[in-house]
């Protein structure tokens, strides 16, 4: 058994993409790491195209996870927490979003780590609002 990563592209326009990530532990195989949730060729786009995150809403039950750009060899410039106590959604819009700036190394990948992902009832969603290049 293996846990359960739904992902599905609800909008790809021309500037934008939402996705909507499910999460659902099989409570054996434990956290995710670096889990991919989108990659420029699932839209379209050239492997060094950088998306920019805008919006994050999310629930998680029972675990926390860490969103972050594939930076290759190096450790991601950026990351940033989900926290399961919070679940509040977060609007990078007023900071002209958030650039993936992974570097020479970087994949263009936007993928998800979490910490605590290991019974069965554990899971979450999350719907992630990004712009493309």
């Known amino acids: 058994m293996a846990n359960t990563v739904n992902r599905k592209i609800i909008v790809s326009g021309p500037r934008s993409i939402v996705l909507s990530v499910y999460l659902k532990s ?64 977060v609007d990078f819009r007023p900071f002209s979003h958030i650039r993936d700036d992974s570097g020479l190394d970087g994949t263009g990948v936007l993928m998800l780590n979490t910490t605590g992902f290991t019974l069965e009832q554990d899971q979450g969603s999350i719907l992630l609002l990004i712009r493309k290049p």
């Open 26 to 89: 099989d409570g054996v195989s434990g956290d995710l790491v670096q889990e991919p949730l989108l990659t420029p060729s699932e839209v379209g786009l050239d492997e060094d195209a950088r998306f920019r995150l805008q919006y994050v809403a999310y629930n998680f039950a029972g675990f926390d996870g860490v969103l972050e750009f594939d930076a290759g060899l190096v450790d991601p410039a950026f990351k940033w927490v989900l926290s399961e106590r919070t679940n509040a959604p």
